[in-house]
Structures are given as structure tokens and as C-alpha cells.
């Protein structure tokens, strides 16, 4: 639930960027990409320690590891209802911007 919350707000956001719904469509797929692998990824890469620790704390990935143990943490449940949160929030600040054009 948490995590499919999250990810619906996302892809909404970066859908409502675009007109396209193919580029829609791409652009929330790289925005998950980032949002979900991203902490393996720079770690892969070499980046310096406090860059990979920025990017695991936003990682969907890394908070959803303990719901995977069957471990409900609040720090994890409340990181995701204010992500999912923050862009619906975003996501009507666009349209409402969009509207006033």
C-alpha cells in the first residue's frame, strides 16, 4: 500500500510536466528508477560516502526493506504518507498553475 501510494504520486507529478503521455509515460518511469534503485545504484558507481547516504535516505527501496521483513517501522510508514503526500501537494500546484496560464 505504502509503496504504491508513493509511486502513484510520483508518476502523477511528473505526469502532469507533460502534455505527451508517452514522455509522461517515460518520465515517470525514469523518476521511479531514480527513486526506487537509486541508493544501489550510486553505490555502484562510486560516489563519496555522504552522497549515497543523501540518496538512501530519499530511496524508496531502503524504507521498504523493513515492511519486507514484516518489521512495520513508523519512521518508514510516515516517510512514505509524507512522500506521497508532498507530491500530490506538487502535483496541484502545476495544475493550478497551468490553469492560470
Do not use: H
Amino acid at each position: 500500500g505504502f509503496l504504491s501510494a508513493a509511486a502513484v504520486a510520483l508518476g502523477v507529478f511528473l505526469s502532469s510536466l507533460t502534455t505527451n503521455t508517452i514522455s509522461a509515460f517515460l518520465l515517470a518511469v525514469a523518476g521511479l528508477v531514480v527513486f526506487a534503485g537509486g541508493g544501489s545504484l550510486t553505490a555502484s558507481v562510486g560516489l563519496p560516502g555522504p552522497v549515497v547516504d543523501v540518496v538512501r535516505f530519499f530511496s524508496l527501496d531502503g524504507r521498504y526493506a523493513s515492511f519486507q521483513r514484516g518489521i512495520l517501522d513508523s519512521k518508514d510508514a510516515l516517510y512514505f504518507v509524507w512522500f506521497a503526500g508532498l507530491f500530490l501537494y506538487l502535483n496541484t500546484k502545476v495544475l493550478v498553475l497551468r490553469k492560470w496560464k
